[in-house]
């Protein structure tokens, strides 16, 4: 007896997965990788991750509470002495008053966020993203069924939106606006003069929530991080994240915060404990010593990239075609790039930044980011996470690669 297969429904993932892209940075990271793997010397500036290994008392207190045996299942919010950690650190470092009971710790800054978002956005609800935008920001909002709203800034207004974009973009069905600042991509971050301005916007329109990441609040070179939390008037609007990944080189710890409203802190709670849990039990006791250190000690790695900072915009400026602002913080370079558009070096048609971005890795063995990753076609983003030996290399292979296109 033979079945009749029209009985059946194909298998598929679900709809939900099948709305969402695939992390474009992570494919070209992997690509990259495969290209070494066989021999080739690629230099990989795609990764947002520092090169930098973690300090060692941060990786004694992990050794500690493998002895101390904090081996067992940790709570969902997080371990009391992290979330007085992070409170603290708020406190001394932000002059911002956050009770224990507005703080959810995550696994990863990431985490973080997609909580948040899958807590609050309800179908067709509109998240505010200016553009260029981490690419996790838009996927994350789609999984939940929301709807991207992109403001756009490009180069000529170093990568920041205005108010007055912002005011135009808010309709009533707007439920967030999602930020970063220092940002990933474009390393541009908001003075407290422009976050007041925006601040005062939302102030005009109480059902607007505001998710302000700040991950890279160490990596600031124009001296100390603004955070939008700080204008009382909407601070019970305003949900930061950030977490140790990057200022102390904890990337692979994933360990991520949450500082927020009550009722915000609850529903995290509530969704974090149905599928992940509470995170890393060690991992939470290093960022416990990692928070409690004075970050004074550790600027050493903020200098450091703003050393190569300074680097790669002088050697990039020197790249004809390339036009490259001056990043204010994190440690990306997104330079605009569409000059190369539609030219040949006889074999290979660059006809956008994706194709740029493959010319670059097949040519020159530099591996970068497309623009239209980040929701900016016509640009390219550089990480100066490396050593300035790999730097000067790689910009030397660039702007040789770039010289062959006609």
Not at 216 to 231: K, L, P
Not at 244 to 249: D, E, I, M, W
Not at 257 to 282: M, N
Not at 367 to 381: D, E, H, L, N
């Amino acid at each position: 007896m033979f079945l009749n297969q029209n009985c059946f429904k194909m298998h598929e993932i679900a709809e939900r997965l099948q709305r969402l892209s695939a992390s474009q940075t992570l494919a070209m990271a992997q690509k990259s990788r495969e290209l070494k793997a066989s021999g080739i010397d690629v230099i990989n500036l795609c990764i947002g991750e520092p090169d930098f290994n973690t300090p060692d008392h941060i990786k004694e207190a992990a050794k500690k509470a493998i002895d101390d045996n904090f081996s067992f299942y940790s709570p969902v919010q997080g371990y009391d002495d992290l979330i007085q950690a992070v409170c603290a650190k708020l406190k001394r470092e932000n002059n911002l008053n956050y009770k224990p009971e507005n703080i959810c710790v995550s696994n990863g800054a990431k985490q973080c966020i997609a909580n948040v978002i899958l807590s609050l956005v309800n179908y067709d609800d509109e998240v505010i993203i200016p553009t260029p935008y981490w690419v996790s920001y838009i996927e994350l909002v789609k999984l939940a069924r929301g709807i991207n709203v992109l403001v756009e800034a490009g180069i000529d207004q170093d990568f920041k939106v205005t108010p007055e974009q912002i005011e135009k973009a808010i309709t009533p069905r707007t439920k967030l606006f999602l930020f970063s600042s220092p940002s990933n991509p474009t390393g541009a971050a908001y003075t407290k003069e422009e976050l007041k301005a925006i601040a005062e916007v939302f102030a005009r329109h109480e059902q607007v929530l505001i998710i302000s990441d700040e991950i890279y609040e160490h990596i600031n070179f124009n001296g100390a991080h603004e955070s939008i939390a700080q204008f009382d008037f909407i601070k019970d609007r305003v949900i930061l994240i950030n977490g140790v990944s990057k200022g102390y080189a904890m990337t692979g710890w994933r360990i991520g915060y949450v500082a927020a409203p009550l009722w915000i802190i609850k529903a995290l709670i509530k969704l974090q404990g149905q599928y992940t849990s509470g995170p890393s039990s060690i991992a939470q006791k290093a960022s416990v010593a990692a928070l409690n250190t004075d970050y004074s000690l550790l600027k050493g790695m903020r200098d450091k990239f703003h050393e190569r900072r300074d680097l790669v915009v002088k050697l990039m400026n020197e790249i004809p075609g390339l036009r490259c602002n001056v990043p204010d913080g994190a440690f990306y370079v997104f330079p605009e790039a569409s000059h190369y558009f539609h030219k040949t070096n006889g074999t290979s048609m660059i006809k956008n930044d994706d194709d740029l971005a493959m010319y670059l890795l097949n040519k020159a063995h530099v591996a970068v980011m497309g623009g239209t990753a980040f929701g900016a076609p016509g640009y390219i983003r550089l990480s100066y996470a490396t050593s300035e030996e790999n730097l000067i290399e790689a910009m030397k292979r660039i702007k040789s690669a770039l010289s062959l296109l006609r």
